[in-house]
């Protein structure tokens, strides 16, 4: 029986437009919810824009425009953010939808009836960063710490939502559900707020200060506090209380959030549900920040990076490869270019982009363009048994969130690969025609695997997965994913077309590449530059040892006389390292435009190159039979 899975992001705040950030937090849940596709699980993901508060009241009147007309124009720019990077999500919610304010009416009206909610006067430090009242110990230097701005005192009447109640129920059950909020530092966390007596949660604001939210079901002067508001979010895409959605899609609820919003996740949404009759959600997964420049990224610091800008820079599958691959879930990661151009050179075109381009290569030269036929005994046990053990590393990776090991283990299967290549040498194995059979079942090993590792990299990088696919001919399967499908070795169609594609990650130069390269040039103590004019009037020919001998009392010195096109005599100080025998009938290089010198007596016309080793020098020699004479360029 295929089974559920359910996963949120949050809804952002439109009061700014999309940066790293909530890209990182949306494409995360992109890759869960294609993995999940793939292993054959109904699969519902939502994410969305949260439009009410204060926050976006301010940002609006700041525009010039009514709320709405702001919501709309940066909701939009959210929406829009979704398919340029590539994001499957089944449902964009928006907190001014008609649906989500019925639901969020309900839930109020519901919690109402039972006692939960009651009118009552407070007074208390408001973050409008935050959009609720601070407690003592979260105000630092008299300030907000998440947004650096000071709390405002505030006292008014308001109606309020029995949290405290719920405080012991809400322990034991984080207790009793080990990874209920994960990674554990979060759960810690979480645990760590509830050893303080749990306050009641204001959840209105009077029309007086306030128009912008929902209006209360039962006080037409009140509006909804925005995070009562926006939670709800979670059960309105369901289409809570009635809809199917709802009773498949509920009970696996996962939410994804990163560190800042962990106290309303955490601590007021399972309280919110328990009073509303609801069941808690599965599991909370929270990742930490993505920071720029050593700093979370704010406007005020100028140190915003922006997901269209890096895509449209590097592509967009290196940009979801990167943000997965740095950065350890629950953990903050420093954003940088540098790091980035790295890891796109490095782990996309060297390892990724060349296995695929040199074995399409060969495998059209060498297999007349077609998946070619082979015995079933010929599959590579080496090259499946890591298939198959890479696909059960990558699912446990998924079950614990860890997507970056998923892709480490991904990485070692196309390293696995790209050694297969060398050992086997293909290319030595076409001069022979015997080879055939061996030269068949290697290139089938090796299409096989690029298919396992098109569908492997699919969550992450769907359009690269697509193009690998297309280009080994499996073009069916573009639509169909199914990790299953890497168990069955016969899968590649005999005789498909396979054809040759742009290179999939082109090696980009960085600037700073460049800049270190000649860095390092300067530490090895590098000549001075010179032009071609000035090289060119070295002449450099290919020798040929005719005799060899020791130069009398020298240690050191031979006395070689060898064959550039007419013969010639060279003293060389390689006595310590040949032997005169060994030298005979060797090609090796020399310069033959020195001026002629005396060395211990003897007249040499010319020098030989050669170069230190750790046992001594080696002289250069040349791994095919060379022109006598002939000029070396
Ligand atoms: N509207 C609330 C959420 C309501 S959910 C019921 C909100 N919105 S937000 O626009 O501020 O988005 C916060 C979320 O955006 C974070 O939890 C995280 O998912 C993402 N991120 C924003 N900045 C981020 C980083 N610098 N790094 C990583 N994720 C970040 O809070």
Redesign the pocket.
């Known amino acids: 029986m295929s089974k559920s899975f359910y996963i ?9 437009s999309p ?4 890209a ?3 494409i995360v849940a992109d890759v869960l919810a294609r993995y999940h596709r793939m292993i054959g699980d109904k699969t519902f993901f939502v994410t969305g ?2 439009e009410h508060g204060d926050k976006i009241a301010e940002a609006a009147q700041k525009a010039g425009i009514t709320p709405k007309e702001y919501t709309d124009k940066i909701s939009a720019q959210f929406r829009e953010l979704c398919p340029e990077l590539f994001i499957s999500n089944d449902y964009f919610i928006r907190t001014t939808d008609a649906n989500h304010i019925q639901t969020v009416r309900y839930i109020l009206q519901k919690v109402y009836d039972s006692g939960d909610i009651y009118f009552g006067s407070y007074g208390g430090y408001y973050c409008f960063g935050c ?1 609720r009242f601070l407690t003592e110990k979260e105000i630092v230097d008299n300030k907000c710490p998440e947004h650096g701005r000071e709390p405002k005192y505030i006292e008014e009447k308001n109606y309020f939502f029995k949290m405290s109640k719920y405080q012991e129920w809400l322990i034991d059950h984080i207790k009793k559900n080990h990874d209920f909020i994960r990674p554990e530092r979060y759960k810690n966390e979480a645990l760590a707020f509830l050893r303080d007596p749990l306050e009641d949660l204001c959840i209105s604001r009077p029309k007086t200060r306030l128009e912008w939210g929902i209006t209360l079901p039962f006080d037409e002067n009140y509006v909804t506090y ?2 009562f508001d ?5 059960v309105t895409a369901l289409d809570y209380p009635d809809g199917k959605n709802f009773k498949k899609f509920w009970p696996v609820a996962e939410h ?6 962990l106290k ?2 955490g601590i007021y ?1 399972p309280t919110m549900l328990k009073a509303a009759g609801i069941e808690p959600y599965q599991h909370l997964n929270v ?6 420049g050593q700093s ?3 406007k005020s610091l100028g140190n915003i990076v922006r997901p269209l800008d890096l895509k449209d820079k590097y592509g967009l599958d290196a940009f979801r490869y990167f943000l997965l691959r740095d950065m350890v879930f629950g953990l ?1 990661s420093n954003f940088s270019e540098e790091a980035f151009v790295g890891r796109l050179n490095s782990d996309l075109a060297n390892d990724l982009g060349n296995l695929v381009s040199r074995t399409i290569a060969m495998a059209i030269k060498y297999c007349d363009g077609k998946v070619p036929e082979i015995s079933k005994k010929e599959k590579s046990p080496a090259l499946y048994e890591a298939a198959l053990k890479t696909v059960a590393e990558v699912d446990s990776s998924f079950k614990d969130m860890s997507l970056h090991k998923a892709l480490i283990s991904i990485w070692e299967f196309i390293n696995i690969t790209n050694k297969y290549i060398v050992e086997n040498e293909p290319w030595t194995l076409v001069k022979d025609p015997a080879n055939k059979g061996k030269l068949m079942a290697i290139m089938y090993n090796l299409l096989l695997a690029l298919r396992s590792i098109a569908i492997l990299i699919s969550p992450f990088m769907p359009q690269t997965a697509e193009k690998i696919l297309r280009q080994i001919g499996a073009t069916d399967e573009t639509k169909n994913l199914n990790l299953a499908g890497i168990k069955k070795h016969d899968s590649l169609k005999v005789g498909s077309p396979l054809t040759r594609g742009d290179s999939l990650f082109p090696r980009i130069v960085q600037e700073k590449e460049t800049q270190t390269k000649e860095k390092k040039s300067s530490m090895i103590d590098l000549k001075p530059e010179i032009d071609y004019e000035e090289f060119a009037k070295v002449d450099l020919r290919v020798a040929k040892i005719l005799t060899a001998e020791a130069v009398p009392k020298s240690n050191k010195l031979l006395k070689l006389k060898v064959d550039i096109g007419e013969e010639r005599t060279i003293v060389a100080g390689i006595g310590k390292d040949y032997s005169p025998e060994e030298l005979i009938g060797r090609q090796i290089l020399v310069v033959a435009n020195l001026k002629p010198v005396k060395l211990m007596g003897v007249e040499s016309y010319g020098m030989l190159l050669a170069t230190d080793t750790d046992k001594g020098l080696t002289v250069l020699k040349f791994d095919r039979e060379a022109k006598t004479g002939g000029k070396v360029r």
């Open positions: 949120t992001t949050p809804i952002y705040y439109v009061n700014a940066h790293i950030g909530h990182y937090t949306t824009t949260d959009e925005v995070w926006a939670l709800i979010n979670y994804l959030i990163a560190k800042d919003i309303p996740h949404w990742h930490g920040y993505w920071n720029s979370k990224m704010s903050d």
